[in-house]
């Protein structure tokens, strides 16, 4: 789920004025996975600017009471530790964080505070592609013992593998902006142009196997 379109058009805009987001569809990045890539998304650019960072803690305010009621919020280390932070704050509930692997010493913890069993837990991330270590913290927060009632993203690439994975593990998100919206914002805004258009449609297609010289 998508939150409303004309705050997800404006999330996409900010994204891309303060270059959160890159496409270089004629000089495509290196992901770590090994694929090519038009798109580049770095969504902690967000904190360091103060107008945007209170737009996005606020649609996450307005996502989570029109459709949640938790009793703490989580953020996945390290992009959603931040911004899920301001969110707990703003809705007066207690905050967490979920590591990416458990300490290696002290109390070799991988859930970082004072989480209750009891508690309706909603969990907070800055990018979705494979959905994979999003959901890791899912499960890690449901080993421990609370309720996960929902997750929600900054942005999405929205592969179909992340929406089977989601649906596989009975979780339900949501997403500021994703995709699709952000691409036609970029046209609108003339951040790309038709021809890129086309590039960029071939690679969110099968972007496992696109080849930007083909």
Not at 75 to 91: F, P, R, W
Not at 141 to 149: A, E, M, P
Not at 150 to 171: H, P, R, V, W
Request: with cysteine; net charge neutral; hydrophobic share 40%.
């Amino acid at each position: 789920m998508v939150n409303s379109i004309n705050n997800s058009a404006k999330v996409a805009e900010f994204l891309l004025k303060i270059n959160a987001v890159k496409l270089q569809p004629t000089n495509p990045f290196n992901w770590a996975s090994g694929w090519k890539s038009p798109i580049y998304c770095d969504n902690r650019k967000i904190l360091g600017h103060p107008d945007i960072r209170s737009f996005i803690k606020n649609e996450f305010v307005s996502l989570i009471r029109n459709n949640y009621s938790p009793s703490c919020i989580a953020g996945v280390a390290t992009g959603g530790i931040a911004i899920g932070a301001l969110v707990a704050e703003e809705l007066q509930v207690p905050f967490c964080y979920v590591r990416s692997s458990a300490k290696a010493h002290g109390m070799k913890n991988n859930i970082e505070g004072d989480l209750k069993k009891t508690d309706d837990v909603f969990v907070i991330e800055d990018l979705i592609s494979s959905g994979k270590s999003s959901l890791k913290a899912v499960r890690d927060l449901r080993d421990y013992g609370v309720n996960v009632i929902g997750l929600g993203a900054i942005f999405t690439y929205g592969f179909q593998t992340s929406i089977d994975n989601f649906k596989s593990e009975s979780c339900i998100f949501s997403t500021l902006s994703d995709y699709n919206v952000l691409i036609d914002t970029a046209l609108e805004k003339k951040y790309i142009s038709e021809k890129d258009l086309e590039t960029l449609n071939q690679w969110r297609n099968a972007p496992a196997n696109w080849n930007p010289n083909a």
